[in-house]
């Protein structure tokens, strides 16, 4: 289905998947934090990348609209309301930087040890072709309470983050 | 087709990058940005297991939505508090972040 007919579909794969790796590095070291959520934003383009692969073309689309058209906006208005702090010429990392790259490293290889060692299903299943129908059809029928709840907490947040944002005056 | 576990590598890989700035950074804006790359991260994993398990009912698709509705929430309800420490505070450095002490 889709880009999995194409001849160099698995080199294309890796280059996206390279492209997402090489930004969400950048977003995680980079001194200036405005440019760390550039690089988040040019991370999640790569990630829906990953999706179209996966068949999964609502979601990539969703993806784009709610990380990079709203996260990140808010992560950019969050970094500019408290500028004066982020110049390059403070520490922006902790003393954990060398426990932190050991304990990141030995989880990717367990990980990687648990990826290799399991039996993992080989593609047998045809993608769906309408996603987006079936998604919205769970949503509505069987996915209805968890549903629900989401907007409850979307409201919840929507709210605390109003409380919070507002500027509180001392009586 | 690219086989499952090269999804699932790129999602550990991903997981494991924003794992380390969330130990790592001192600005609590950037861990708010790591912990959004591990959310994309297990998001992939969702994804990639609903086309290659169970693609009849697009379960992991659907999951994955809800899991967008509350990385969305968690960074709206996160960026008002770093700012709300901000003003109080004048810092957005987690090591700076004390004044629930004592």
């Known amino acids: ?171 | 087709m690219t086989p499952l576990s090269h999804y699932l590598i790129l999602g550990a890989v991903l997981f494991v990058i924003g794992m380390f700035g969330v130990l790592t950074r001192r600005n609590s804006i950037g861990i708010l940005i790591s912990i959004e790359i591990m959310l994309g991260a297990v998001n992939l994993n969702l994804v990639a297991f609903s086309r290659f398990v169970e693609t009849s009912t697009l379960n992991g698709q659907v999951f994955a939505v809800f899991v967008m509705t509350v990385a969305a929430g968690e960074a709206a309800v996160g960026l008002a508090l770093i700012l709300a420490l901000y003003r109080s505070v004048r810092a957005v450095f987690a090591d700076k972040f004390n004044i629930l002490k004592w």
């Open chain 1, 1 to 171: 289905m889709g880009l999995s007919g194409l001849v160099n579909a698995s080199l294309v794969f890796k280059l996206v998947g390279l492209v997402a790796v090489v930004f969400a590095v950048m977003a995680v070291t980079l001194k200036n934090v405005f440019h760390c959520a550039l690089a988040l934003a040019a991370m999640f383009f790569a990630l829906s990348g990953v999706f179209i692969f996966l068949d999964a073309d609502f979601l990539a689309v969703v993806q784009i609209l709610i990380y990079v058209g709203a996260i990140v906006i808010l992560i950019i208005f969050a970094v500019v309301l408290t500028e004066r702090i982020t110049s390059e010429a403070i520490r922006q990392t902790n003393h954990l930087l060398i426990p932190g790259l050991l304990l990141c490293a030995s989880l990717l290889g367990g990980f990687v040890y648990v990826i290799d060692a399991a039996r993992l299903p080989a593609e047998s299943t045809p993608a769906q072709a309408e996603t987006i129908r079936i998604v919205g059809r769970q949503l509505l029928s069987t996915q209805a309470e968890a549903f629900e709840v989401a907007s409850v907490l979307l409201l919840a947040a929507l709210v605390g983050a109003v409380f919070l944002g507002k500027e509180i005056t001392k009586k």
